[in-house]
Every structure is written in C-alpha cells, then in structure tokens.
C-alpha cells in the first residue's frame, strides 16, 4: 500500500477517534456528519459539532483531493501544469465555556506530479496549536509536554524547531505581531528523501496525530465546569475576534483551499459562531484580561 493510502487510512480512523472522545467531554451534542465531492478529482468528509454542553461550535474534517494543480497554485509552487495530491485532517474546536481554550490542528500529506504522472515531489506537514481566552500555566505545560513528548522519539531537537516554527507563524503580524494563542508546533514540506524517510515520516505523522486528545481533552475536563459570566463571554468574543483575523488573512491552508476550489463551507468551519471588534479596545489595567495579554508571544512552557 502507498504512503497516500496509508495515510488516507489512517486519518478516517483518527477522525473516528477524535469525533468520538470529544462527544464524550462534551456529553450532550454528536457530530454531524456532511460528506462531499470535488468535481475536479476526490472529496471529503466534515463533521460539524454545535451547541453542546462544552463545545460551542467546532469540526473535524477529513479530505482527499487531487487532479489538474490550479494556475494560483503552479504559481506559487513555480511549477508548469501538473497534477496534485492532498490528503489531511483539520480541526476547530470554539468551547462555549471561556476558560475552556479553543484548539486547532492538522496533519496533512501532499504530492506533485508531471502530466504523464511521475510523482515530482511530496511532503508532510502539520501540527497542533491552542488558543487559551484566559492563560492556566499548568495547562499550558500540558499541552506542550504531551506535544514534545511526541516529537523527542523522533529527535530531541524537533520539538524546539516546531514550536518556533508555530510562534511565528500563528501571528496577527498586523496587530504588532501579536500570537493568536500560546502556539504548539507547526511543521511543513518536509520531504523524505527515500522510502525509509517516507516510512519514519510518516510515523512522525501518527505520533503527532496519536498525541492531540492527551494533549487536549485533559484541559477541557480541568476547565468545563468553571462558573463565568457575560464580563467573560465578552472577552472570549474580542479574542475570537483575533482569530477570525488571522484565519481570513495570514493562514496559507484556508487561501490554498479556497484557490484550489475546495469546499468553502468545510474551509470556514475554522469560524467561531460569534466574535467581536471595538474600536482601539485595551483591557483594563490590571485586569485577568490585561495579564492574559502578556502571553502572547512566544514563551518557553517545557
């Protein structure tokens, strides 16, 4: 079986899994499944959550797409017509509760061939990042041991290399280079060099994968049931805010899915239900907000 069947497999299966343990944390709402087809070549599989007890809105969303590379794409890749491969999982997860973190993460895989075929290039990438409204230092060790955890098996310098990836890429760099969150890690277009790089790549791929509900669902069940009020919903609804900005703006997988023709409804599910923008807004000196504020940029967690 080839590395794109693999890791075809192995995404559905850990979309079961995740979809799973999440309605499980959350013990009210299921996930709704809407499956799609690309008329250009493949489709996917989205899994929206909505109006639970703990998740307010949120996805889990499988694709496996390919056929003719699109004029924007050729471009940016700086190749001639060509054909592609892209296989991935990407999730959201927006809590209701705001001292519950939102989350995102993706592991994806993609390959490039000439006309006739001939496979001319492929890579992985990745990763795993959380966004908290307001900081718990102690889940943020969490979070980013169980991550490093993952990683060290495979190098004990991959870990550093991918949450300084992550600090600078997941940055509203119009808001005076303000993080979105706390980071995680961030890998992408790493290309094996032959089959054995292929194989160990691809493990990488599962380790990541395997670690995110260790990483994850234990925050959610330290931070559910914490009583809050409208001063809270408010702040999560500003910082929400920030995160709309950087998806619609700076994230390369919401411009390449909507360049290649990919399914606008699966791409925006990234979106949170509600956000606000006021004008020069500044958190109160002093406040839980104000401190809040100081944690996004980069920090050094493990």
């Known amino acids: 079986m080839s590395v794109r069947e693999q890791f075809a497999d192995y995404i559905h299966g850990l979309q079961d899994t995740i979809c799973t343990e ?7 709402a ?58 991935g999982l990407s999730l959201v997860i927006h809590p209701r509760n705001p001292y ?31 966004t908290p409204h307001y900081i718990f230092e102690e889940d943020a060790r ?12 495979f190098g004990e310098h991959i870990y550093a290399d991918c949450k300084k990836h992550c600090d600078e890429y997941f940055v509203n760099k119009h808001r005076g280079n303000e993080m979105r969150g706390i980071g995680g890690v961030f890998y992408d277009y790493i290309r094996p060099q032959n089959e054995d790089d292929e194989q160990r790549h691809f493990d990488f791929q ?43 703006i700076h994230d390369r997988g919401t411009l390449f899915g909507l360049k290649t023709n990919g399914r606008t409804e699966s791409i925006l599910m990234s979106l949170p239900p509600r956000a606000r923008w ?12 104000a401190e809040t504020m100081q944690y996004y940029k980069p920090h050094n967690w493990v």
């Open 100 to 130: 519950v973190p939102t989350v995102h993460a993706n592991w994806r895989y993609f390959e490039l061939y000439d006309k006739e075929g001939k496979k001319l290039d492929s890579w992985f990438g990745g990763g795993a990042d959380l």
């Open 206 to 248: 599962q380790a990541n994968g395997n670690a995110f509900l260790k990483a994850y669902v234990p925050i959610v069940e330290r931070r559910k049931d914490i009583p809050y009020g409208e001063k809270e919903t408010e702040w999560q609804e500003i910082r929400r805010g920030r995160y709309v900005e950087f998806n619609l």
């Open 30 to 87: 299921k996930f709704v499944e809407d499956k799609w087809e690309r008329p250009e070549g493949g489709g996917g599989k989205t899994r929206v959550i909505t109006n639970g007890n703990v998740f307010e809105k949120g996805g889990v969303n499988t694709s496996v797409v390919f056929g003719a590379l699109p004029l924007a794409m050729q471009q940016a890749f700086n190749v001639g017509e060509s054909n592609f491969f892209a296989c």
């Open 278 to 289: 006021y004008y020069n807004y500044q958190p109160e000196a002093g406040s839980r907000e």
């Open 142 to 153: 969490h979070f980013h041991a169980t991550l490093k955890s993952a990683m060290d098996t």
């Open 22 to 28: 999440l309605e499980l944390a959350d013990g009210s």
